[in-house]
Each structure stands twice: as structure tokens, then as C-alpha cells.
């Protein structure tokens, strides 16, 4: 995590019209204790009276410095030269007054909670806090989305199963998106246990994450029963125990419990 701040001459957030200094703050960890180390550090002077391409070119000067931060940390948030930042060099602002570090702490933990929210959802299940899958809202109703290895991050952390199986057990969704590092083991004989489909495929060419889609029978999709999920084990390409019954395949022909080995990288869930 980088911050932006600008402080006085206190070391304390202050208003982009109080002379002072925009320092880029790095969060660090050692030892298991998490801190704070100033990478650049500029001056920078603005007044109200300033004319407009002055103030521009000071604050896209001193920005330049601050590398890849999106973030600014300062005593205010009103006025021209934050919709300079906002607009033009695309930062997210927080006001903030107090110690400067609790305050780059606050910051932190909100722009994570933030991110965290456009992953998964957080619910209450048995009275205890676990993520869940998120609607989507520029999606037909029913579509739902979810981080699961940033979901497995949040404290305390639940398993891959008990985050998923209790959504998938409702089946009130048409679609779920589910990207992850690796399938759960177990989510092949759920698909079946609960009659949804799913397919898998690979989210880039480096091969590393996966996206599995889970579709209900009220989908085309899920009525077409698609199968195939990658590192699931071979069982999957074929078609599931109830539509051999259905379709009353010999005996011989059938897959047992033994046969299916699933592959996946080794991780949580």
C-alpha cells in the first residue's frame, strides 16, 4: 500500500492551501509489525489567489514524484485544487486529522475494505461474519461474482466450502463467477449433489487462476448441463450419474468414486 499525504510543517495531514509538503508513504512489515517509510518527499505552496495553470502545474509537478499512489491523505477535501487531484491525476481523497501514522493505519484499512467489497460480501451466518458472492449490478438479475482467494484473506477465515456451499445451497442466483488460484476438491461432487453445472477455464495464459462458472437448471446453460473443470479430475467430462441413470447405461460403463482424482494446485479450500 502507497499513500499520499500532505503535511504541515507538524508532520500533520493539512489543506493543500496550507504551505507544506507531499511526502509518498510505503506500508512495511517487519518482524510482524506493520509501518511507514517515506519514499519521496517535495515541497508544495498554493494559495487561493493563484491562478489557475499555476496551481495545475504544482500540483501535476508534485505528483509526479509520488510514482503509482492513487491514494491522498490531507487535512481537507474541498476545493479546486482536489478536483485537480480527483479528475486530473485520478486520486481517491481522504481527509484525516491526528497522528499522522494511526492516520496512514485508518486509511489503509479502509481503502482495503473498500477493495474487498467489489470481491466478495460479508454476511452473517450463524451469527459469525463470512464473505459471500456479490450481485452484480450491470448484469441480468441473479448474476453473482466472487473473489475467492482474496475471500479466503479475510479474518477469521473461513474455508472455501463454508463460504460457497451455503450460497450454492439456496440457489437463489442464475449465475455465479467464481475466480480463484485453484478449484476446491470438493466442488465437483457438490455440483452434482446440488443438480448445477459448471464449466472452468483458465483466466490468462500464464495458468495461473482459474474462473469457474456455476449455472442453475433455471439457465439455458445449466439445462445444457456443461462440464469440464479444470484440474477436477477427468469425471467431470463425462456425463453425470443422472443422466446415465436416465439414459440407463450398462453398469460397466460407470464411473466410481475411485476413479476420480482431482488436480488442483495446492491451496486453501
Not at 37 to 66: C, F, N, T, W, Y
Not at 131 to 145: I, K, M, T
Not at 191 to 204: T, Y
Request: aromatic letters at 6%; charged letters at 25%.
Amino acid at each position: 500500500m502507497k499513500i499520499t499525504a500532505h503535511v504541515n510543517a507538524r508532520g500533520e495531514p493539512a489543506s493543500l492551501y496550507e504551505p507544506g509538503r507531499l511526502r509518498l508513504y510505503e506500508q512495511t512489515e517487519e518482524n510482524g509489525r506493520q509501518g511507514w517509510r517515506v519514499l519521496h518527499d517535495v515541497a508544495l505552496e498554493i494559495s487561493e489567489d493563484m491562478p489557475l495553470q499555476a496551481v495545475k502545474a504544482a500540483l501535476h509537478g508534485a505528483a509526479a514524484h509520488m510514482e503509482d499512489s492513487k491514494v491522498l491523505l490531507s487535512g481537507s477535501v474541498r476545493g479546486m485544487p482536489y478536483s485537480v487531484f480527483q479528475e486530473e491525476l485520478g486520486y481517491r481523497i481522504w481527509k484525516s486529522e491526528g497522528p499522522l501514522l494511526a492516520q496512514l493505519d485508518t486509511v489503509a484499512r479502509k481503502e482495503a475494505e473498500q477493495a474487498a467489497s467489489k470481491r466478495y460480501d460479508i454476511v452473517a451466518l450463524a451469527s459469525r461474519p463470512v464473505p459471500a458472492p456479490v450481485q452484480l449490478s450491470d448484469a441480468e438479475p441473479g448474476c453473482f461474482w466472487i473473489d475467492l482467494a482474496e475471500a479466503l484473506k479475510y479474518v477469521p477465515t473461513p474455508t472455501s466450502r463454508q463460504i460457497l456451499i451455503p450460497f450454492l445451497e439456496r440457489g437463489q442466483f442464475r449465475k455465479l463467477e467464481i475466480v480463484c488460484d485453484h478449484i476446491p476438491k470438493w466442488m465437483a461432487w457438490e455440483m452434482e449433489r446440488l443438480d448445477l453445472s459448471a464449466e472452468s477455464e483458465a483466466v490468462d495464459s500464464s495458468g495461473v487462476g482459474v474462473k469457474v462458472t456455476v449455472y442453475t437448471r433455471h439457465t439455458p446453460e445449466g439445462r445444457a448441463r456443461k462440464a469440464g473443470l479444470l484440474g477436477a479430475g477427468p469425471a467431470l467430462c463425462l456425463p453425470c450419474p443422472r443422466d446415465r441413470e436416465r439414459r440407463r447405461l450398462p453398469a460397466a460403463d460407470r464411473v466410481e468414486v475411485a476413479d476420480w482424482q482431482p488436480v488442483g494446485v495446492p491451496g486453501k479450500g
